[in-house]
């Protein structure tokens, strides 16, 4: 089994910055495509970033390449997105994904098996 935990969220202006972690506990990752996706009622769930654990891989929505970046500190198991010149609309609970079976940055939710709690991101204009 594997866990996830969400932290860094929180309300921000427009334009702030925010480094959201995700800390991986339960077994040893030597593989595994980590992802962050966010959510806001009444939607689905929508890819972000992803990045894979063992070569440091990335992948990006076109909606946010340029302003935010995914990374990962293996020695930590924690695995980072950086988001800059924040917006209200992106605005939304984020999450953090594995899918330890593959390091093919997926961008569909189906191919994560574990996901954390989310972390509430609030930005007001």
């Known amino acids: 089994q594997i866990q996830l935990k969400e932290s860094g969220g929180g309300p921000v202006q427009a334009g702030d910055s925010l480094r959201l972690s995700c800390v991986v506990s339960g077994r040893t990752i030597t593989s595994a495509t980590m992802a962050w996706f966010r959510q806001t009622p009444g939607e689905e769930r929508e890819f972000l970033a992803a990045?894979?654990?063992?070569?440091?891989?990335?992948y990006y929505a076109d909606s946010v390449k340029g302003r935010f970046t995914i990374s990962r500190d293996n020695a930590k198991n924690t695995v980072y997105l950086q988001m800059n010149s924040l917006k209200p609309e992106d605005t939304a609970v984020y999450y953090c994904?594995?899918?330890?079976?593959?390091?093919?940055?997926?961008?569909?939710?189906?191919?994560?098996?574990?996901w954390g709690q989310g972390t509430q991101v609030t930005v007001s204009s």
């Open positions: 990045i894979t654990w063992s070569s440091g891989n990335t």
């Open positions: 994904a594995a899918d330890p079976n593959s390091e093919l940055g997926s961008q569909h939710s189906y191919e994560y098996d574990y």
